[in-house]
């Protein structure tokens, strides 16, 4: 429980609860209720590719969607709304299925100081490059706002625009319409999706990430962790 909601607490509360980046921005740039006066932007390092796996499944007449990384965001904003409300100040989580109604998080996240655009169209951050994930909670708490940044680091590189293999990035920016990562294909671009992409099971799916896996920056980040075995020598050593 927060004893105060002030930028300070909240960030420390964010990050206790999974955040590796957070940031604040204003509300004036998205369509929030009339009460909202800050948005609290959280940022998830995605540094292994099972964080956007994609489930799709049909089963009893129902057809369900998810994806691991912005499952956690989701829980992560609504524990940390909750406490907010508790310390009496209004806050709302945002929803994967509102975010785009309400929230460009990828404005949000710039405004809010975490990263700058990239070459790619994404937000490039310091530390993971564009290995990262936003979610986000608006409340009525009057909230310090992080400036941003004014870094970019895509001025001497172009890697990602050689890795995309649809020509999507360009002198001209991204062009959504060529990318195979479309989540509102059309039907001649879900067939290129079905034959392309990575199935890790029956009924999920990755889609091309190569403009991210590609990018230099943070790539050396993360290293694969056994429990229980991290830390120990190898078996006859020691």
Do not use: H
């Amino acid at each position: 429980m927060l004893e105060r909601v002030d930028a300070a607490t909240v960030k420390e509360l964010s990050r206790r609860l999974g955040c590796d980046k957070v940031g604040i921005a204003g509300p004036e740039s998205f369509n929030l209720p009339s009460w909202t006066r800050s948005v609290i932007v959280l940022g998830q390092a995605t540094l292994d590719e099972a964080w956007d796996y994609e489930l799709y499944i049909a089963y009893e007449g129902k057809v369900l969607w998810s994806k691991p990384i912005y499952e956690r965001l989701v829980a992560i904003a609504g524990r940390l709304a909750l406490a907010i409300s508790q310390a009496g100040c209004r806050a709302e989580p945002l929803s994967f299925e509102d975010s785009a109604a309400l929230i460009d998080l990828r404005l949000a996240a710039v405004q809010a100081g975490l990263g700058t655009y990239g070459l790619n169209g994404l937000v490039v951050t310091r530390e993971y490059g564009p290995r990262i994930r936003f979610g986000a909670v608006y409340t009525a708490a009057e909230l310090e706002q992080d400036p941003q940044l004014k870094d970019y680091y895509c001025s001497s590189c172009s890697i990602c625009v050689g890795a995309c293999p649809d020509r999507a990035l360009g002198p001209w920016g991204f062009d959504r319409s060529r990318c195979r990562a479309e989540f509102d294909p059309t039907p001649e671009m879900a067939r290129l999706q079905e034959r392309e992409q990575k199935r890790p099971s029956p009924a999920a799916r990755l889609q091309c990430s190569l403009c991210i896996s590609s990018c230099p920056i943070g790539k050396k980040v993360g290293r694969p962790f056994v429990p229980g075995l991290d830390g120990q020598s190898p078996a006859g050593e020691g």
